[in-house]
C-alpha cells in the first residue's frame, strides 16, 4: 500500500490497526463523534491519600491504556513511580500513551517493555537508550507516534481510550483542583494534561503540595479528578529546559537565525498584528531575540505567540512588542513564572492549540511558524523523528501542526559533523512538503516552487542567498560525500500518523 508521498505501507498492518495511508494535508470539515469518560459519582470528600500503591491496585489492570503528561519534561519524577508499583504488582500488556517520553522515563520504560508490562505505546516522540531499544525490535508491537493536535485528537475521538491518567501536578486540594502555576515545582501550562484529564476514565493527581480548598486557578478541576496522591516529590522543574529546548550559542546556528529573522521580515507577513510560534530546537528558540530587534526597529507588534513558550517571548510580551502568548507548554522556568504573572499568557489545551477536528485550533491562524528538522529532502518533506543511522531519536511534537501556517520555515545547518540535513529523501517522512515553504541554512536559502510570490520577495534581499532545494543537496552532497542506504529488517517498529490519523509514514527495525 503506497501513500501520496510515495511511502509503502505495510497492508496487513494497515488493515489490522484500521489505518488509512495519508493523502493530503488538507483535513477540510469532517463531521466527527466525541467520545466521553466514565463517571465515577463522588461527593468529593474522600479523594486524598498517601497509598498510591493501593490506587494503582485498584485501578489498573492487564490490557488497560494509561496515560502520563511530560511537563516536567527531563525532571519528570511520576511516570518512574507509577511504572515501579505497576511492575511490581505483575500487571501486564498495557498500552502506554503519555503525551511525550522524555529521557528521565527511559530506564523504567525500557525494563517495563522488556517484562510484558507495556507491549504497545502511542506517543509524540521519544529519544536516547529507549528510542534504541524500540528501533531494535524490543517492543511486541508498533509505537504509534502522534503530533500533539494529533493525539489530542485521537482522544476526543476515542482513537486512544485512556482508563487510568496519572497526572502530576505542583499542587492540588482535596478535591482535586490543581494548576501548574504555584509550588516549589512549577512547570506553568498544563496544556497536554488537560487532555487527559478530560477525557480518561480514571484520573489520578500525584502532588506533593496539597493546599487549601478550593484551589484557584483551576484548570483541572474537581469534576475530572478520581483521587488526590500525595507524594514525597513530583519532579525537578530545573529541568524543564534541559534536552531539546536548548538556547544555542553556536556561530551557524546564530546565522541561521538572523537569516531566519531576514525571511520573515522581508516577506509580507511581517506586518503590524502578525503572529508566531518557534520550535524548540537551538537556531528556532533564536530566531525570537533577531526578531524582537526587528520589530523595535519597525514598530511592529505582535497579536499573539503560540506554542511552547520561552523567556525570549515573555520578554516580548513584557515589552508591550506582543499582545499575548497562547501557551500549551513551558520551555523554562522564566516562561513558567510568567504564567502566573501576566494576565496575557493564556494556558491552552492541546485540543486549542492544534486538533485539526475541533471547531477552531489556534494553529490554523499562524502567520509564521519557524521550525526544526533533523532532515528535509528535495521534496520538502521533513523528518525530526528518526536520525541518519535510522534510530529513533526525537519527537513529532507540534511539528506538522504548526505547518498551518501561511509561512512555514525549517532552520537547519547543511551538514551536521559528516551527516547532511538536506538529502533526496527523508529516512521518516513526518511533515510533509506541501506545509512546507521555506528551508534556511547557513549555505543558501530555499524556497518551495509553491510559493513563486515568496521568491519574488526574498529574490534581491541583501544578505539573502537563495537557490533550489536541490542545490542544497547537492552542496550537503560534495561536503559529506554520497548517502549510504540504510539496512533494516522488514519488521515495522513505529507507525507515523499524520495530524488527521492517516499514516504518513512507518519505521523499520534496525539490523543489528
Known amino acids: 500500500m503506497e501513500n501520496k508521498l510515495g ?4 497492508e496487513t498492518l494497515m488493515e489490522k490497526l484500521n489505518l488509512k495511508p495519508f493523502e493530503t494535508t488538507v483535513i477540510g470539515h469532517p463531521i466527527v463523534q466525541r467520545t466521553a469518560p466514565k463517571v465515577r459519582v463522588s461527593n468529593g470528600d474522600d479523594k486524598v491519600t498517601n497509598d ?5 491496585q485498584d485501578n489498573v489492570k492487564d490490557g488497560m491504556t494509561i496515560s502520563f503528561h511530560h511537563h516536567f519534561r527531563n525532571g519528570d519524577f511520576v511516570f518512574n513511580q507509577v511504572m515501579k508499583i505497576i511492575m511490581d504488582l505483575g500487571i501486564k500488556n498495557l498500552t502506554l500513551a503519555p503525551s511525550s517520553l522524555t529521557g528521565a522515563m527511559n530506564d523504567v520504560a525500557i525494563e517495563a517493555i522488556k517484562n510484558g508490562t507495556v507491549t504497545n505505546i502511542t506517543t509524540s516522540g521519544m529519544r536516547g537508550s529507549l528510542g534504541e531499544e524500540v528501533s531494535h525490535g524490543i517492543l511486541k508491537d508498533s509505537v504509534i507516534f502522534r503530533s500533539h493536535g ?3 485528537r485521537a482522544i476526543e475521538e476515542g482513537d486512544i481510550k485512556i482508563d487510568v491518567a496519572f497526572l502530576g501536578v505542583p499542587n492540588a486540594d482535596r478535591c482535586g483542583n490543581a494548576n501548574g502555576m504555584y509550588g516549589e515545582e512549577a512547570f506553568g501550562s498544563l496544556g497536554y494534561a488537560l487532555m487527559d484529564a478530560n477525557y480518561a476514565d480514571k484520573v489520578v493527581l500525584l502532588t506533593d503540595n496539597l493546599v487549601d480548598y478550593p484551589n484557584t486557578p483551576a484548570p483541572i478541576n474537581q469534576t475530572m479528578v ?7 516529590k513530583v519532579g525537578d522543574p530545573d529541568k524543564i529546559g534541559s534536552g531539546a529546548t536548548r538556547f544555542t550559542t553556536d556561530p551557524k546556528n546564530l546565522k541561521i537565525a538572523n537569516l531566519v529573522s531576514d525571511v520573515i521580515t522581508n516577506s509580507s507577513y511581517f506586518k503590524e498584528g502578525f503572529s508566531f510560534q518557534t520550535g524548540s530546537g537551538g537556531a528556532a528558540l533564536a530566531v525570537t531575540r533577531y526578531l524582537r530587534k526587528a520589530m523595535i526597529e519597525q514598530n511592529i507588534h505582535a497579536s499573539f505567540g503560540l506554542g511552547g513558550i520561552t523567556k525570549p517571548m515573555v520578554d516580548l510580551l513584557e515589552e508591550g512588542l506582543i499582545n499575548k502568548l497562547m501557551d500549551v507548554q513551558d520551555f523554562d522556568k522564566a516562561a513558567a513564572q510568567s504564567m502566573k504573572d501576566n494576565k496575557n499568557q493564556q494556558e491552552i489545551s492541546a485540543s486549542w492549540y492544534a486538533d485539526p477536528d475541533n471547531k477552531g485550533a489556534m494553529v490554523d491562524q499562524l502567520d509564521v511558524a519557524i521550525l526544526s528538522a533533523l532532515e528535509i529532502d528535495t521534496d520538502f518533506n ?14 513529532v511534537g507540534g511539528h506538522q501542526d504548526a505547518g498551518t501556517a ?4 525549517i532552520c537547519a545547518p547543511l551538514v551536521r559533523g559528516r551527516i547532511p540535513s538536506v538529502v533526496k529523501s527523508v529516512g521518516t517522512a513526518v511533515t ?14 530555499a524556497v518551495n516552487p509553491n510559493r513563486p510570490e515568496l521568491i ?3 529574490k534581491n534581499v541583501p544578505g539573502i542567498d537563495l537557490c533550489t532545494i536541490d542545490e542544497l543537496a547537492e552542496k550537503a552532497e560534495k561536503i559529506v560525500g554520497k548517502e549510504e542506504p540504510l539496512k533494516f529488517d522488514d519488521n515495522t517498529v513505529g507507525i507515523v500518523e499524520y495530524r488527521d490519523g492517516t499514516v504518513i509514514d512507518t519505521i523499520k527495525q534496525v539490523k543489528d
Open 7 to 10: 511511502r509503502v505501507l505495510p
Open 52 to 56: 498510591l500503591k493501593k490506587i494503582v
Open 150 to 152: 494529533g493525539r489530542a
Open 226 to 232: 478520581d483521587y488526590v496522591v500525595e507524594v514525597d
Open 382 to 395: 521533513v523528518n525530526v523523528l528518526t536520525g541518519a543511522d535510522g534510530m529513533i531519536r526525537g519527537a
Open 406 to 409: 501561511k509561512l512555514t520555515i
Open 432 to 445: 510533509p512538503g506541501a506545509s512546507i515553504d521555506v528551508l534556511v541554512t547557513e549555505r543558501g536559502i
Open 456 to 458: 519574488d520577495q526574498l
